[in-house]
């Protein structure tokens, strides 16, 4: 987890040097998330998931709601409703949130350590 932590973090410190969108901790790891499950090749996370793995209440379903209503807004991800339970919504990391988030976690070339 701390791993983790530290890759969010240096996201996040590189992201506020973007222009276009600067993305908030609980962005970068819902991002980070929804990346993973792409990676992995498993099926799209829903609300209530993505909720628990970034460590926000279903009790402030609010946040999570316009969390990811910025993340839609700028292109990054897709939201969906399952068309078997019209309650279940999924989320799913579109091609520019990947390439958003690859360019962010690249590895530095040429920078002093």
């Known amino acids: 987890m701390n791993q983790e932590l530290a890759v969010i973090?240096?996201?996040a410190m590189r992201a506020?040097?973007?222009v276009v969108f600067s993305p908030t901790m609980r962005q970068l790891a819902a991002l980070i998330v929804l990346y993973k499950a792409l990676q992995s090749r498993l099926p799209?996370?829903?609300f209530?998931?993505?909720a628990r793995k970034i460590g926000l209440p279903m009790s402030r379903k609010g946040s999570m709601s316009r969390l990811c209503d910025t993340l839609v807004h700028h292109g990054l991800i897709n939201r969906q409703?399952?068309?078997s339970d019209?309650?279940?919504?999924?989320l799913a990391l579109t091609f520019a949130?990947?390439?958003f988030l690859e360019r962010l976690t690249a590895p530095e070339s040429g920078r002093a350590r």
């Open 9 to 11: 973090f240096r996201c």
């Open 16 to 18: 506020q040097t973007s």
């Open 44 to 46: 799209d996370v829903d």
């Open 48 to 50: 209530s998931a993505l």
């Open 81 to 83: 409703s399952d068309a």
């Open 86 to 90: 019209r309650r279940r919504v999924t």
């Open 97 to 99: 949130g990947r390439a």
